[in-house]
T-cell receptor, first 114, second 114 residues
């Protein structure tokens, strides 16, 4: 089946620094990818829709200047958490779909800001 | 009210028993429904799609009740390996949402005991 690869799987950074997370579709082209965030014991919350070649669409309450999304090619979307703070510590996960039948998820990135 | 709601559980199930749980959704225009399985600290993996006519995959049965706006998942002959959190996902494609843009429930935890 289609594979979505996310990197890194785990990152620890200092408060105030920026972290970039990559999401790649390995065997299909994805014009649209989605970024989610999941806090412990909570649901995955959609943060933004990443569109290849255009600006991302952010969900209400998500700061677009803090969570920079770039979808420069049909196989790569990146999420950069800028000036990270401890409250940004979470599980970030991307998804993409290749057909109208199933969305595939990356392995997720566990971000810890210390 | 949350768009998608689930009983968080945990549902403690003896091995071999049957367990069932629901997921309610608020958007009556929702078009597609899915059950995902999420193991601790891992990405969600598609368990099954939910069709209007209901569908069965081995020990798993999914049902959709549009009138009452809920979907259900039933697990028969529970195995220890069924222990996980089960997320329902709803795609509001009827509202011009992109395919793959899911609203997730917070998940129902199932613990199968020997």
């Amino acid at each position: 089946g289609a594979v979505v690869s996310q990197h890194p799987s785990r990152v620890i950074c200092k408060s105030g620094t920026s972290v970039k997370i990559e999401c790649r579709s390995l065997d299909f082209q994805a014009t649209t990818m989605f970024w989610y965030r999941q806090f412990p014991k909570q649901s995955l919350m959609l943060m933004a829709t990443s569109n290849e070649g255009s600006k991302a669409t952010y969900e209400q309450g998500v700061e677009k200047d803090k969570f920079l999304i770039n979808h420069a090619s049909l196989t790569l979307s990146t999420l950069t958490v800028t000036s990270a703070h401890p409250e940004d510590s979470s599980f970030y996960i991307c998804s993409a779909y290749d057909t109208y039948t199933e969305a595939f998820f990356g392995q997720g990135t566990r971000l810890t800001v210390v | 009210r949350k768009e998608v709601e689930q009983d968080p559980g945990p549902f403690n199930v003896p091995e071999g028993a049957t367990v069932a749980f629901n997921c309610t959704y608020s958007n009556s225009a929702s078009q597609s429904f899915f059950w995902y399985r999420q193991d601790c600290r891992k990405e969600p993996k598609l368990l099954m799609s939910v069709y209007s006519s209901g569908n069965e995959d081995g020990r798993f049965t999914a049902q959709l009740n549009r009138a009452s706006q809920y979907i259900s998942l039933l697990i028969r002959d529970s195995k220890l390996s069924d222990s996980a959190t089960y997320l329902c996902a709803v795609n509001g494609r009827g509202r011009t949402d992109s395919w793959g843009k899911f609203q997730f429930g917070a998940g129902t935890q199932v613990v199968v005991t020997p």
